[in-house]
């Protein structure tokens, strides 16, 4: 705990977060955590994706044609799920009373076979066939107590287990004329 903010542990005001989770727990629709998007064409391979109240572009890189401004969607992809790693060690870490001094996700991936997007190959699929992620982390801890908190935190990922559990997609396409 903070000497200013005892409540608080690495920026996280424990009770306040710990009452928002009391709060949301009551509330069984919640257990789904419905969440939308909206994306809109800004022409060429450049898009515009609209999530709850914050807009961010996603581009491909200038070798396959895009104006390289921004990530394309599954570099989006692969920083979602470091930072839902690092968010969950922060508080799994806080919630253990661990001041964390230093923290960072480190990730490097493989796609299975991106040519099937590209549409040069028909074997394999275009999605990740392998992500590592090495977190490096300064705490006040023994290495056994962070890594076991660490062992937590990819388990319980929500965008990890995203990745890791097949997803029901349900296409669907409305024609505007």
Known sequence: MSAAN???????NL?????????????????????????????GFKFRSFVRNHTFVVDEPAHLTGEDTAPNSMEYVLGAYGACLATGFVLNAS?????????????????NNVFTFLGVAEDGHSGFSTIRAKLFVQ?????????????HTVATSPVGNS???????????????
């Open 15 to 43: 009770e306040d977060f710990e009452a928002s989770v009391q709060a949301i727990a009551t509330q069984p629709q919640a257990r789904h955590a419905p969440k939308t998007s909206r994306i809109q064409w800004l022409g």
């Open 95 to 111: 919630r253990a009373g661990l001041t964390i001094y230093n923290l960072e996700v480190a990730l490097d991936s493989q796609q």
């Open 139 to 151: 705490a006040d801890a023994e290495e056994e107590t962070l890594q076991r908190i660490w062992a």
């Open 163 to 177: 990745l890791a559990h097949v997803v029901s997609i349900v296409p669907e396409i409305q024609v505007v004329p």
């Open 6 to 12: 005892p409540r608080e542990v690495n920026g996280v």
